[in-house]
């Protein structure tokens, strides 16, 4: 017999971490979609498990309950993706490219062409979280969760555009949350784009227009 002990095998998680990342892109994707079509109350945790093919518990485990369930579906729209990187901290994301560039009023437009792709990949999703939010408590605490990310990322940006000079003359770090938080907003984007059919790049370009004549 030989004295020889085989070594335990190492366990590689990968396979199973990139079987997890594929449910929950499947869970998002079938949830987002019913969301925007069905609205929020309609929507059932149940539902997205029999549309996304997994068990009911998949979908707790995963992201807890519903409220988190389309948080997490507003987050992967915003970013583009899942990974549990923020928006600030990205080395490629609006914030850093809005950062570097000196001139403000390329900053402004940049960050308006930013808001316009933000709007049209979070507004139906964000109208669906608001319209519940009137009557449903959960949802109401998603949507004010929102709108205190929203405000607490203008403040965040209207303080650069302060410290990098960039804001006109009597226009304070308060002012300039205030209008960026407004501009970035699902109603303004609503009314243009949802109701009166203004393309994208159009709004893009408004937004930016108006961001200038406001701050600078």
């Not at 309950?65 to 507003?74: E, R, S, W, Y």
């Not at 209207?158 to 304070?172: D, F, I, W």
């Not at 960026?180 to 609503?190: H, M, N, P, R, S």
């Amino acid at each position: 017999m030989s004295s020889t002990v085989n070594p335990p095998r190492k366990y590689d998680a990968s396979r199973r971490q990139e079987q997890a990342r594929l449910t929950r892109t499947a869970i998002v994707e079938q949830a987002t979609r019913m969301f925007v079509e069905d609205g929020y109350a309609q929507t059932t945790i149940g539902a997205v498990a029999d549309a996304a093919g997994v068990s009911v518990e998949t979908i707790y485990k995963a992201f807890g309950n519903k409220p988190k369930l389309v948080k997490a579906c507003f987050d992967v729209a915003l970013a583009g993706d899942d990974e549990p990187v923020a928006i600030m901290d990205r080395d490629d994301g609006i914030v850093a490219r809005t950062q570097a560039e000196p001139d403000p009023r390329k900053k402004l437009t940049m960050f308006g062409t930013h808001i316009a792709e933000s709007c049209a990949a979070t507004g139906p999703i964000q109208i669906a979280v608001r319209a519940a939010a009137a009557t449903d408590p959960a949802a109401a605490e998603v949507w004010a969760q929102l709108q205190l990310e929203r405000l607490t990322g203008m403040a965040f940006f209207a303080l650069h555009l302060k410290e990098s000079k960039s804001l006109r003359k009597g226009v304070t770090i308060e002012e300039a949350r205030d209008v960026l938080y407004t501009f970035l907003g699902v109603e303004l984007w609503q009314s243009l784009v949802h109701e009166r059919a203004w393309d994208e790049k159009r709004y893009g370009k408004w937004i930016g227009q108006q961001l200038i004549a406001a701050l600078l």
